[in-house]
Nanobody, 120 residues
Framework: QVQLVESGGGLVQPGGSLRLSCAASGIIYSINTMGWSRQAPGKHRELVAS???????NYADSVKGRFTISRDNTKNTVYLQMNSLKPEDTAVYFCNAGVTTRNYQYTDSWGQGTRVTVSS
């Protein structure tokens, strides 16, 4: 019913930048909170950043001041601008969205993930 597709991952050197995008599609009535999480090898998935429909944001301490989350409600898309990347940012990044569908069901939808590797 709802699909989330991430893009923008890749290999970047320490100190570099990447911009991730995640577009939601399907039978969407409205989208509440959208967010990005990541999972590094051998570690649990952790929340990186989230943003409400009105634009209120929340960040993990490890990325504050380096990452910026934003969204375009007209495109059902959320972005994650990542600057000053560190090797410890290496992970698979997943987006998620709290979606109310056109048949008025609520679903917490997740994308398939995009890999970010920070290495020299």
């Amino acid at each position: 019913q709802v699909q989330l597709v991430e893009s923008g991952g890749g290999l970047v050197q320490p100190g570099g930048s990447l911009r991730l995008s995640c577009a939601a599609s399907g039978i969407i009535y409205s989208i509440n909170t959208m967010g990005w999480s990541r999972q590094a090898p051998g570690k649990h998935r952790e929340l990186v950043a989230s943003i409400t429909r009105s634009g209120s944001t929340n960040y993990a301490d490890s990325v504050k001041g380096r990452f910026t989350i934003s969204r375009d409600n007209t495109k059902n898309t959320v972005y994650l601008q990542m600057n000053s990347l560190k090797p410890e940012d290496t992970a698979v990044y997943f987006c998620n969205a709290g979606v109310t569908t056109r048949n008025y069901q609520y679903t917490d939808s997740w994308g398939q993930g995009t890999r970010v590797t920070v290495s020299s």
